[in-house]
């Protein structure tokens, strides 16, 4: 049951690098990075002001899609029209770009781990004998939401038809007089907006640090390769099945094995069925 | 042939001075610090093997390393192993865990090559973690043997050790860049299908790379534990080291054996100059900031640069 929270929860977190790295393939190693910034802007928030950590993640969101639509630009400037090589640069790019955070982070905010406020942190709703803490039940009516309200945009807009278009054929696209650039924009702002409300909800599950972002590499690509790159419903439904994983591997062998786990499962995956669970043809 | 004559000319003065150095400078610190930059340079090389002449992004150079590291800590701690056995051991390991991972993950290709990489690190490091018999979570302590003649403190003598393992380096690194191993790599980092079409044969060529890449990163590493007289898996397992390589092959130019070099000498020096005036978090941020400006900036590296200008230069005459 734990498990299955859990897992709502990381999909949470992934649902902006399914969007990024799932449908437009952008090696976006720094999702986790940005991710965790968002964490520390809805702390700083949290601190200073006192607003819900949600609604901070609110707040913050039109910022982080100002910051995506700048991030994806410059990428697409320096990588994507050159062309060539774009895949190795480009990792090593957005590689750098999440050490530049994450150490922007110690030198402003200290290696120490911030917590967040909320009335609904601390307690625990007890059905029987089981104690199931608030804060995961929030996150698991979020990451629902979330994922409801992505694959409703996706399928239902003009602009999300477009971004499903452009993943799957951008020259179709361009032929019919529309600029795939400006759709995968856009699409990249969404994915770093939706961070908002995911790096409030990391946060509030548990303490953030500077560092954390590295254990959310294995855990984010995880579920996004499990799911099937670029799929919304994948993407919960492979996040749950890490969440139950990563609970069962707890029980029984001890928290020291927890890193392991979704590297693993990752690791695993690629080797033997790289298009995912639930996945399109690449 | 010329060439070859200058380069091992240059080699054996190379080695010269830095025998040399140990018998003449006495204060300890400056081999301290230029053991550090020797290990990266060692390490940069390696990592272009696979990372420059083939394209294969390798974010597994922390997992090398670290091996490395720990099967020197296993053999110190087993038989009390000199540290030849040690570097030998850990070369020896290096190739089979190359080995491994490219039977695993060659077939894949660009990020999931590099997230496969990272996947592998982080599972070795909790193995380590979980291992007991080496020091789990917490660490060891070793103690150093005592140092052999000529050298008068052990940290010199593993600086030569280092500058012996960076002469290796080149030299293979130099020899696969010239010889058919090092063009078949190039033919499948331009165009992988293009090069299995006409007769390639890639797989075996990258798994070649990866293997003596690996032995070379896990040879860098078993003096480490020495060096430091302590290990622990968080810091040898640390995924600033892939980075700080990467970041120093790319800086320097990836398509050359001199790049990794020059790109770790530099960065290596501003490193140790920086840690040591202002802080070791602003030395991380220089890093990030120099792989971005770098990698946006002037995608071939310095060397890159340096032909740039010099054939412009012939271009005018």
Same mark, same amino acid.
């Given at each position: 049951m734990i498990g299955v929270l859990l897992g709502c929860f990381y999909a949470a977190v992934s649902l902006g690098l399914s969007l990024s790295f799932g449908l437009l393939d952008v090696p976006h190693v720094a999702h986790p990075a940005f991710l965790v910034m968002a964490a520390y802007g809805v702390s700083y928030l949290n601190e200073r002001f006192g607003i819900d950590p949600l609604v901070a993640g609110l707040l913050i969101t039109p910022l982080l899609f100002v910051f995506g639509l700048v991030a994806y630009r410059i990428y697409y400037e320096t990588f994507e029209r050159r062309g060539s090589d774009a895949g190795v640069r480009g990792i090593a790019f957005f590689f750098g770009i999440a050490f530049i955070i994450e150490v922007l982070l110690i030198l402003q905010f200290g290696v120490d781990q911030r917590s967040v406020t909320a009335s609904y942190i601390g307690q625990a709703l007890r059905i029987g004998d089981m104690r199931i803490p608030y804060r995961l039940v929030v996150a698991f009516a979020v990451a629902v939401g979330l994922t409801i309200l992505l694959t409703l945009y996706l399928s239902r807009t003009f602009m999300g038809r477009a971004i499903r278009a452009v993943a799957q054929d951008q020259e179709a696209l361009r032929l019919m007089g529309a600029n795939p650039v400006r759709i995968k924009q856009w699409a990249f702002g969404i994915a770093t907006a939706v961070l908002g409300v995911s790096? #409030?909800?990391?946060?509030?599950? #548990?303490?953030?640090?500077?560092?954390?972002?590295r254990s959310y590499i294995g855990r984010t690509f995880c579920v996004v390769v499990m799911a099937g790159l670029g799929s919304m419903s994948g993407t919960l439904i492979a996040a749950i099945i890490l969440g139950v994983a990563e609970n069962i591997v707890l029980t029984l062998f001890g928290a020291s094995w927890a890193p392991a786990i979704s590297f693993a499962m990752l690791l695993g995956i690629l080797a033997i069925r790289p298009q995912g669970l639930f996945g399109r043809r690449s | 042939m010329k060439r070859s004559l200058y380069f091992w000319a240059g080699a054996i003065l190379f080695l010269l001075a830095t025998l040399v150095m140990t018998q003449v400078i006495g204060n300890e610190y400056p081999f301290f610090a230029a053991y550090v930059i020797l290990q990266f340079i060692v390490l940069a090389v390696a990592w272009s093997i696979l990372g420059g002449y083939a394209g294969y992004v390798n974010f597994g150079t922390s997992a090398f390393f670290g091996i490395g590291v720990y099967t020197a800590v296993f053999l110190v701690k087993v038989a009390g192993a000199?540290? =030849? %056995?040690?570097?030998?051991?850990?070369?020896? %390991? =290096?190739?089979?865990? =190359?080995?491994?991972l490219g039977l695993l993950t060659l077939r894949m290709q660009g990020i999931f090559f590099s997230i496969a990489t990272i996947a592998l690190t982080i599972i070795i490091e909790t193995t380590v973690t979980n291992w007991r018999f080496v020091g789990g979570a917490a660490g060891i302590q070793l103690q150093r043997p005592p140092v052999t003649a000529p050298f008068h403190s052990y940290v010199q003598m593993l600086f030569f050790v280092q500058a012996l393992l960076v002469v290796l380096a080149i030299a293979v690194s130099r020899y696969i860049q010239n010889s058919w191993i090092g063009h078949g790599l190039q033919a499948l980092r331009d165009d992988e299908l293009a090069a299995e079409c006409t007769g390639v044969p890639t797989l075996r060529l990258k798994l070649l790379a990866c293997v003596i890449s690996g032995a070379l990163m896990s040879a860098a590493g078993a003096p480490a534990a020495m060096y430091l007289q302590y290990a622990d898996p968080s810091s040898a397992f640390n995924l600033n080291y892939s980075v700080t390589v990467l970041a120093m092959s790319l800086i320097g130019g990836t398509a050359y054996w001199a790049g990794p070099v020059v790109g770790a000498i530099l960065l290596g020096t501003t490193q140790q100059l920086l840690t040591v005036t202002i802080s070791s978090e602003v030395n991380v941020l220089v890093l990030g900031v120099m792989l971005v400006v770098f990698v946006v900036g002037a995608p071939e590296g310095i060397i890159g640069l340096i032909r740039k200008f010099t054939s412009r230069g012939e271009g005018k005459r």
């Open positions: 790096g #409030a909800l990391l946060v509030i599950v #548990a303490p953030v640090d500077p560092t954390l972002d | 000199p540290l =030849g %056995v040690q570097i030998l051991a850990a070369a020896a %390991v =290096g190739a089979f865990l =190359g080995f491994a």
